[in-house]
């Protein structure tokens, strides 16, 4: 099973809708890092959240990280065609032993119909 | 800068063929890391470096091996190439492992085993 979980899977969304995208760990967060990816891409890095509670924003994408839940939501207001391609979060979960361990989730892909 | 990046683009193997796929990055970062990813599957981490002459193995290391001769080449090599390493490698690298390291990513070959 995946160690972080994003949902939903796809997403088709009008131009000028909002939307959100979640991602929920099965193991503490100890931070999360959102990334965009275009097709035929490497990653591009959006946002890092590192505190439980933190929300940043970048342009009309807005960030939250509720450790608790161990989720995070990224939220697209007024999306735009420019903001479709894949969406993937990223987490460093447990630094045992000297292991280092950043996983990624399976990814949101997103469409934006003009 | 160039940043993080990967050669070849695109590349296509007979079964049992081996390659060297390459990847370089110009921002002095100690840290690199392999990932593949297979359609729906997200990223899964093969092998990463905390420095040169430092290797480790990921999540799946498995037919594949890596080196660290200097800080800015990390380059993945498959010896016996089989039809389940067609995938797209992406290659990335960070300041230093951890929370407020978010990865930066070369834009991944695309390689197919036949």
């Known amino acids: 099973s995946q160690e972080l979980e994003q949902s939903p899977q796809s997403l088709i969304v009008q131009e000028g809708k909002n939307l959100t995208i979640n991602c929920t760990s099965s193991?503490?967060?100890?931070?999360l890092y959102w990334y965009k990816q275009k097709y035929g891409e490497g990653l591009i890095f959006l946002m890092m959240l590192q505190k439980g509670g933190e929300e940043k924003s970048h342009e009309k994408i807005t960030a939250k990280l509720d450790e608790k839940k161990q989720q995070s939501s990224l939220h697209i207001t007024a999306s735009q065609p420019s903001h479709a391609g894949i969406y993937l979060c990223?987490?460093?979960?447990?630094?045992?032993?000297?292991?280092?361990?950043?996983?990624f989730g399976t990814g949101t892909r997103l469409k934006v119909l003009a | 800068n160039a940043g993080v990046t990967q050669t070849p683009k695109f590349r296509i193997l007979k079964i049992g063929q081996s390659m060297t796929l390459q990847c370089a990055q110009d921002?002095?970062?100690?840290?690199m890391y392999w990932y593949r990813q297979d359609p729906g599957m997200g990223l899964k981490l093969i092998y990463y470096?905390?420095?040169?002459?430092?290797?480790d193995k990921g999540e799946v290391p498995n037919g594949y091996n890596v080196s660290r001769s200097t800080t800015e080449d990390f380059p993945l090599r498959l010896e016996l190439a089989a039809p389940s390493q067609t995938s797209v490698y992406f290659c990335?690298?960070?300041?230093?492992?951890?929370?407020?390291?978010?990865?930066?990513f070369g834009n991944g070959t695309r390689l197919t085993v036949t």
């Open positions: 193991k503490t967060l100890y931070g």
């Open positions: 921002m002095n970062h100690n840290y």
């Open positions: 990223g987490a460093d979960i447990v630094p045992t032993s000297g292991t280092y361990k950043y996983i």
């Open positions: 990335a690298s960070s300041y230093r492992g951890g929370l407020s390291s978010p990865l930066h």
């Open positions: 470096s905390v420095g040169a002459g430092i290797t």
